[in-house]
Structures are given as structure tokens and as C-alpha cells.
């Protein structure tokens, strides 16, 4: 369900507004809140508010016959980080009402992150009706229209990547996907198994024909006239992963129905380029295969040749996500003639060990591209750590019998998410390449901010600051 909270922009603030929400910073204009039963200052002082981002004091006021109420929020520093999190509560207090108005405060850039972070934070994904809904409109008061749009064209990119990981994999599998890739305004190709197989894609013809599901590979195509810089992102689309033949066990499995979740964030910011009108190429490939154990399923053992033709010994069928990433970097490498090629991928369990659930890891080949995105990362709200790939851990992935393994067998290196990183970088060619494993980010425990219980969309908003900007 795409973010069903509107948002407008009007000239004014609306003397009967009903719920208005107010900034309080010291050069607040006293014309908005005149009709308080009490000084504002007063007010911070009774209520020993800070003016904090996030912190909200609720005041009822006189409206014609009834009661309407006065949020008056704090900013913060009016950094984006403390707009979107003043932002995320002040839609989330209006959960349940019809309208929000909000006067948003003067800060460069307000608008836009303003507009994308209460939106998110009305986002939800519901299969039945339970709990409150989300506020029904936001009114931004004497908003630049052209910032909230913006903001609301991200904030739907990630409510749709959100979404696409959210469905369970009953409904969701690589057919399914790439389905939903067509439906977003710019032209898509589509491989089925047979087209795989005679392409030469044996990671992904591997990694799904345990499935009944066969695999897919997904290719969207943003070209607009003129441009002159073609990135190519690539996404994992694992639409469940049970881990194959090494299986995992319940607890590990039953979060994997987001294992797609960088092939979601391909296909949304591709739509999202399209509606922005972004003056760049953009080149989407979703790697797309369910991984499950059956008669058919690869074996832990099977030699494999993903796209290029080198041979890869699978020691393990639940590093699933390296075998179909490798088939569409190589073949990006191969035949789209990139300027540089980033992928985003769930890919280890490992980088949320080092880094946690709140910043992504990039790993790059070029350290202007890693700059970029850890840049990008940093204004957009979807924060990056660069990681190192380091080449004494090269040896990790050697196999007795093929040209590489896909996992490292026993532990003499260890570091499970830079090996991994290895392992694509074998399939990347010489171009500038970044990865970014968002196993960490890409799901989250909480419902809080601008985040909802499971999928994040995390790298719609750092990938859309990227290429737009
Ligand atoms: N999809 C998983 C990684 C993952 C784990 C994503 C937890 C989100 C949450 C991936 O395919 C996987 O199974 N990785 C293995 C690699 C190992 C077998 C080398 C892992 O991390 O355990
Ligand atoms: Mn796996
Ligand atoms: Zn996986």
C-alpha cells in the first residue's frame, strides 16, 4: 500500500485550522499563536519543554463552537536530522485525525525533509485493519510546493520498496516481481528460465531451481535524451530465503521474506527517477530467484558457472545472494558499458554484527564513488560506513576443485561481509564498483520515527541523493 496521507501546500495558515502544528523557535511570529490561552514562553516553561526535536506540547484552543489544538514542537538544532525527526513525531501524534496543518520552520531545506519524513512516518503495511490509521492529510502552511513534492515522490519511492519487502514471499516471487517492475513508467526486460539458462546465467538458474518459482532477471531501463552519465544498480532479489539446502533454522528464516529488499529499492528508485524527470541514465537490473530446498535444489558441493564462465564451488546453498548478484554484475560489466555499477544487497548476516541496524555498509573499488554515497548517505538520512575489502582475505574464497568458493569453509579469515564483498568484486570488472549490504538497515524492530516494523526501504533516499544531486 503506497503512503495514503496526502500532502498539500497552502498560501497561509488557515484561521480555523484544527490541529496546527507550530515550530517553536525564538523568531516565531506571534500572529500564530495569539490564541493561546497563554504566553508560548510561559508555556515552554510549565510544561519544562527543551524545544528538542521530537518533543510536542499539546494545547486545546477556541475554534468557532468547538475545541481545536495547537502542537507546538520543538527543532532542535534545524539540522535535517532533527526536522525529520520533529517531523516523524508530529505526524505520528496526528495518527487518527483527518488533518494536520504544520508551519514548518524557516531552516535551508526544511521543506523537503520535512515533507518526506512525516509522510514515512504515516507509513504502514497492514493485511486486515488493526491499530490507529495514519493521519489522513498533512497541509504544509506557505511551503514551496516543488520541495514537498520532492519529498513526497521519495517518501513514496520508499513506502514502495517498503511494500514490495513487506509482502510475504506466498504472494511475492520472482514472476511477481517483475511484475511489479513494469509498473513504473520506463521500459523492462525480463529473462525467464529458459532465456537464463541460455544466457549463460548459472548463478541465478542455480540458486532457483530448487524453487517452483523460477528465477527471473529484471532489467529496467531509465534513458532519458541527453544524459550523459549510465550507472547501472543492481539488486538482490531473493524473494525468500530459506537457505536452501543449508537450511536455516526457524528463527533466521522467518525474517527472510525481505531478502529482496535491495531488488526493491532498484525498482523503486528507477520509478522514482522517472517522476523526478532526473537528467541520467539509469540501468536496473534485479536479480530475482527463490531460494528453497527440494529434489531439484543445487547441493552444497555442486560447481557452478555464473555469467562469464568461471567455475564456482557452492559450499554453501544460504550464500544464495553472491551466485545471483555475480550473474548481473558480469553481465552489466559485460554488455551495458556502465560509468560505474553499485549493488545493493541483504547479503550478510555479518554487517549487522559490525555495524548495527542503523548504517549501512559501502564497499568500493573507487574512492570517489565511496565518498560520494557515505556523502549522500549523510544528507539523506540513510546513513553509510565505508568498510574495507582487504585482499589478505582474498584467500578465503580459494576452492581445490573450481575458480572460487562461495563461502569461506572453516574460519582462518572470518570477517563474513568484506569476504562476501570479495567475492562480487571477482564479478564486477574493472569499473568503478561499489556494494552496499544492507542486511543490517534493511529490516527494522521498532516502529518509531520515520521507521516502521519491518522493511525499511533503506537506500531509496541515499541512491535517489546520489544520482540526483
Ligand atoms: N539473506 C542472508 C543474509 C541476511 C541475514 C539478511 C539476516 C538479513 C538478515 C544471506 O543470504 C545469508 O544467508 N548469508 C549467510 C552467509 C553465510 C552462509 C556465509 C549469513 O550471513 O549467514
Ligand atoms: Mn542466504
Ligand atoms: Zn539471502
Do not use: C
Not at 576443485?401 to 564479478?427: H, Y
Amino acid at each position: 500500500m503506497p503512503i495514503e496521507t496526502t500532502a498539500s501546500v497552502v498560501a497561509e495558515v488557515p484561521a480555523q485550522a484544527e490541529l496546527l502544528a507550530v515550530p517553536y523557535t525564538p523568531d516565531l511570529d506571534p500572529a500564530l499563536t495569539d490564541d493561546l490561552p497563554v504566553p508560548v514562553a510561559a508555556l515552554f516553561a510549565h510544561y519544562e519543554a527543551k524545544g528538542e526535536a521530537g518533543e510536542i506540547i499539546e494545547i486545546p484552543v477556541v475554534r468557532g463552537e468547538g475545541v481545536g489544538r495547537v502542537l507546538l514542537y520543538g527543532v532542535g538544532d534545524g539540522s535535517p536530522r532533527a526536522l525529520r525527526k520533529a517531523a516523524a513525531a508530529l505526524s505520528r501524534k496526528a495518527r487518527g485525525r483527518e488533518r494536520l496543518t504544520v508551519v514548518i520552520p524557516g531552516f535551508e531545506g526544511a521543506d523537503e525533509v520535512f515533507a518526506e519524513a512525516a509522510l514515512l512516518a504515516a507509513y504502514t503495511f497492514k493485511i486486515g485493519a488493526p491499530g490507529k490509521k495514519p493521519v489522513r492529510a498533512l497541509e504544509f502552511a506557505a511551503a514551496d510546493p516543488q520541495a514537498v513534492r520532492r519529498g513526497e515522490i521519495v517518501a513514496q519511492a520508499v513506502a514502495l520498496a517498503r511494500d514490495l519487502a513487506n509482502m510475504p514471499a506466498s504472494v511475492k516471487n520472482p514472476v511477481w516481481l517483475a511484475e511489479r517492475a513494469t509498473e513504473q513508467g520506463v521500459p523492462v526486460t525480463v529473462w525467464d528460465e529458459e532465456a537464463l539458462a541460455s544466457g549463460g546465467f548459472g548463478g541465478l538458474i542455480a540458486v532457483g531451481q530448487g524453487s517452483a518459482n523460477p528465477p527471473r532477471l529484471i532489467q529496467l531501463s531509465y534513458d532519458p535524451p541527453g544524459a550523459t552519465r549510465h550507472i547501472v544498480l543492481v539488486g538482490k532479489g531473493i524473494t525468500f530465503d530459506s537457505g536452501g539446502l543449508s537450511l536455516k533454522p526457524t528463527d533466521n528464516m522467518k525474517t527472510q521474506k525481505t531478502d529482496m529488499a535491495g531488488g526493491a529499492v532498484v525498482i523503486a528508485v528507477i520509478g522514482a527517477l522517472a517522476k523526478l524527470g532526473a537528467p541520467i541514465r539509469v540501468t536496473g537490473l534485479v536479480a530475482a530467484a527463490e531460494n528453497m530446498p527440494s529434489g531439484t535444489a543445487q547441493r552444497p558441493s555442486d560447481v557452478i558457472r555464473p555469467y562469464g564462465g568461471r567455475t564456482v564451488e557452492v559450499l554453501n546453498t544460504d550464500a544464495e545472494g553472491r551466485l545471483v548478484l555475480a550473474d548481473a554484475l558480469a553481465y552489466a560489466d559485460d554488455q551495458l558499458d556502465p560509468d560505474a555499477v553499485v549493488d545493493i544487497a541483504t547479503l550478510t548476516g555479518a554487517i549487522s554484527v559490525a555495524l548495527g541496524r542503523n548504517v549501512g555498509a559501502v564497499y568500493a573499488t573507487d574512492d570517489t564513488l565511496a565518498k560520494e554515497l557515505v556523502s549522500a548517505g549523510q544528507t539523506s538520512d540513510d546513513r553509510l560506513w565505508r568498510m574495507p575489502l582487504i585482499d589478505d582475505y582474498a584467500p578465503a574464497l580459494e576452492s581445490s576443485i573450481a575458480d572460487l568458493a562461495n563461502v569461506e569453509v572453516g574460519s582462518r579469515f572470518g570477517a563474513g561481509s568484506i569476504t562476501a564483498a570479495l567475492f562480487l568484486r571477482e564479478f564486477a570488472g574493472k569499473r568503478p564498483w561499489a556494494h552496499l549490504d544492507i542486511a543490517g538497515v534493511g529490516r527494522s524492530t521498532v516502529d518509531e520515527g520515520t521507521l516502521t516494523k519491518g522493511a525499511t526501504g533503506f537506500g531509496v533516499r541515499v541512491l535517489l541523493e546520489w544520482l540526483t544531486r
